[in-house]
């Protein structure tokens, strides 16, 4: 699942007219990098919700065949935050684990090769803390197990949630379909259930948050090809 359903206040005015996953890198949008790495990674099936101007990402995207996907939709009337829209897909997503990417991030996380464990609800893939995120979000320990923020069984810092991760479908079971939720209060109590883990992804990882990112990556990205 491609998350898109964020308004992008502060891209604007960039957003005003374009929703945020469809702004361009190097050429092409934002969500069409993912829907490539996608497809390479051996993926069939993708949902994308939206919300802001959803109906944009369905024109510019279509059916996702002409990358090999089958691609369908979980529009919002208001958007549901993450875990609300991802529980509001959870009919399109089935009963097995899931891969789900935020729709505002650049990445060459090889999506193939995330797993979530037997028995465990999440597996987060975790970044170095960028300049605007110092703080960090998540500790674990060197068997992977995601910690409390106020555990004194680490000695790793804080490192910062990547947007990408993978969740069994009984995480969201406690949010009512089409309510808004959270998705940081359901992983807290997986943590607290020891059925949450992660890995450190040190690649290419950019946070697309304002229009002053979205340019430099896109410097980087032509001057590259």
């Not at 399109?92 to 465990?120: H, M, Q, R």
């Amino acid at each position: 699942m491609i998350l898109a359903a964020g308004r992008g206040e502060r891209m604007r005015p960039l957003t005003d007219h374009t929703p945020k996953p469809l702004l361009k890198v190097g050429g092409k949008p934002l969500i069409v990098w993912h829907l490539e790495r996608l497809a390479q990674a051996g993926f069939k099936q993708v949902v994308i919700n939206h919300a802001h101007l959803g109906e944009q990402i369905e024109v510019v995207l279509g059916d996702g065949s002409q990358w090999g996907l089958h691609i369908q939709y979980s529009p919002e009337k208001i958007a549901l935050e993450t875990a609300g829209g991802i529980a509001n897909a959870l009919p399109l997503l089935g009963s097995e684990p899931f891969l789900v990417v935020n729709g505002d991030i650049f990445t060459e996380v090889d999506f193939a090769n995330i797993k979530l464990a037997p028995n465990n609800l999440a597996h987060l893939v975790l970044v170095d803390n960028p300049p605007q995120h110092s703080q960090g979000d998540f500790v674990y320990d060197d068997d992977g197990v995601l910690k409390s923020d106020h555990t004194e069984n680490s000695a790793k810092s804080k490192l910062t949630f990547s947007g990408v991760g993978v969740y069994h479908p009984s995480l969201f079971a406690s949010v009512q379909r089409g309510d808004p939720a959270k998705l940081a209060p359901l992983l807290r109590q997986a943590i607290a259930e020891n059925k949450a883990s992660a890995e450190h992804f040190q690649g290419v990882w950019h946070d697309i948050g304002t229009p002053e990112r979205l340019a430099a990556l896109d410097m980087q990205l032509l001057g590259e090809t």
